[in-house]
């Protein structure tokens, strides 16, 4: 299981004076019982949500510039929100139409970060959250976990000059190339393992999906060596689907 980085949330709470409607002031106590129960209604009313961030994982001792996307589900969607890690707001997020928001006040609020991975190791994670201030009461998201990867992020160009018909769609394939989904939890020196076990390497992946490319050192001549790659891939227990790359003909 990979190692959690776990972060603490820095929560500000403003007391405000509370007057009764004849002018006096409620008591300390009563003003405390007003918070709690304020806060319990505006917490079950308003959900913080991290939609996406993107890259979906970091390279290790490196500095990386990270997308946030998060949404307000509830009845308010006019305040800001911050991401926090390691107690810190690394950034602020905004639903404005500006800054790489696209549409303002559609709940989806867009920032950036750069966030350094020097000192962690691969495997480890990092655990973010976006928190936002609901009148006197904190409203913070479920966290997200960061984690750090040694594999290429993003799918690489298949080589169209060398192909074989893909058995399953009848269409030309890369025939240097499998792509493998692997079971969540599966770490890199077992992804980097199952490529090796076949002759080839990592080149790609789509890590919020489990999705991984290998290319082979060596390019099969037959659909049919194709194929009994891809069946061998599909026995082991990390691999839950294996396919050829069919590769676009136009």
């Known amino acids: 299981m990979p190692k959690t980085k776990r972060c603490a949330i820095l929560v500000t709470i403003f007391l405000l ?3 009764y409607a004849d002018g006096t002031i409620a008591s300390s106590e009563e003003t405390s019982a007003m918070t ?5 209604s505006i917490s079950e009313e308003i959900k913080l949500i991290i939609h996406s961030v993107s890259p979906p994982k970091l390279k290790p001792d490196t500095t990386t510039t990270v997308n946030f996307v998060a949404t307000v589900v509830g009845v308010d969607k ?9 107690k810190v707001v690394i ?24 966030i350094n991975t020097n000192g962690l190791a691969i495997g480890d994670c990092l655990s973010v959250s976006v928190s936002g201030m609901q009148g006197i009461t904190v409203v913070t998201s479920d966290p997200h976990e960061l984690c750090i990867s040694s594999l290429p992020l993003g799918m690489r160009p298949a080589d169209r000059t060398i ?19 692997v079971v969540p939890g599966t770490s890199d020196v077992i992804i980097r393992k199952i490529a090796a076990d076949i002759g080839g390497v990592i080149v790609g992946s789509i890590p919020q999906i489990h999705i991984f490319q290998i290319r082979l050192q060596t390019p099969v001549f037959s659909s049919e060596e194709l194929t009994q790659i891809i069946n061998n891939l599909k026995g082991l227990a990390e691999v839950s689907s294996a396919e050829a790359n069919v590769v676009d003909s136009n």
């Open 17 to 19: 004076d509370i007057f």
């Open 36 to 40: 709690r129960v304020t806060g319990q």
């Open 91 to 114: 950034t602020t997020l905004q639903d404005s139409g500006t800054d790489g928001d696209f549409t303002a006040g559609d709940g989806l609020f867009v920032g950036t970060a750069s």
């Open 163 to 181: 192909s074989v018909m893909d058995p399953l769609s009848g269409q030309p394939a890369a025939s240097d190339e499998v792509i493998i989904g």
């Open 78 to 86: 006019s305040f800001l929100l911050d991401v926090i890690l390691d």
